[in-house]
């Protein structure tokens, strides 16, 4: 999911990566961006084991809570590839619940983003990750299948590490591969695929529910 995204990514978050490692960059400059993402990452986690712990309580709690966290990711990965492929736009809808909390974060990251030390440009991207993103909330869907807190910062480390190629060549691709990234094409590939995902998630759901009646 993290690797299907890098359009979205560069387009969602390519110009606060671009910032940190502009032409003529040295190592240290490398460093400090490898150093935001990973503050980014570790959000990322530390949101997937907020969930892991939700749908811990969840599944035990409620009888069939498996397979509605499976429609859930199902409805999810669907909605997530219209959006890749600007079908439908529902997912905006869910970015706006987030906005509140990322207006404080956001002029705490920009001042952070600023400074030049590894440990400030590492904090910067903690609060980075909290940025609105229907990708992020997707792969949290994913998170709250684990039903583990542990299992639910795995996943989210991997979505995060997936993420990651696109965030930290963002300085380095050419042009051209950029374009490649962004066309829509591009995306509405990567659209298609998730919806296909999507559906195959839900037929399971759908069997599963079907051998539990």
Not at 61 to 68: E, F, K, N, Q, V
Not at 74 to 94: E, N, P, S, V
Request: hydrophobic residues 55%; aromatic residues 12%; proline residues 4%.
């Amino acid at each position: 999911m993290g690797l299907a995204g890098a359009g979205h990514c560069l387009m969602m978050c390519g110009g606060l990566a671009g910032a940190l490692n502009r032409p003529g960059d040295t190592a240290p400059s490398i460093a400090a961006l490898v150093s935001y993402n990973a503050g980014r990452i570790s959000s990322y986690a530390l949101a997937g084991t907020l969930v892991g712990l939700l749908s811990q309580a969840i599944l035990s709690g409620i009888g069939p809570g498996l397979l509605i966290l499976r429609f859930v990711a199902a409805f999810f990965l669907i909605a997530l590839g219209c959006y890749f492929g600007g079908w439908w736009f529902g997912l905006q809808k869910l970015e706006r619940l987030g906005r509140p909390l990322w207006q404080r974060l956001a002029p705490s990251a920009a001042k952070l983003r600023q400074g030049n030390g590894l440990l400030t440009r590492y904090l910067a991207g903690t609060l980075w990750g909290w940025l609105p993103c229907g990708l992020v909330y997707s792969a949290l869907s994913w998170a709250a299948l684990s039903g583990s807190p542990a299992t639910g910062a795995l996943y989210m480390l991997a979505f995060g590490l997936g993420t990651l190629p696109a965030m930290l060549a963002m300085g380095w691709f050419s042009g051209a591969l950029q374009s490649i990234l962004k066309a829509q094409g591009f995306r509405q590939a990567m659209g298609v695929l998730m919806i296909v995902y999507g559906l195959w998630v839900a037929v399971i759901a759908l069997r599963q529910t079907l051998v539990f009646n």
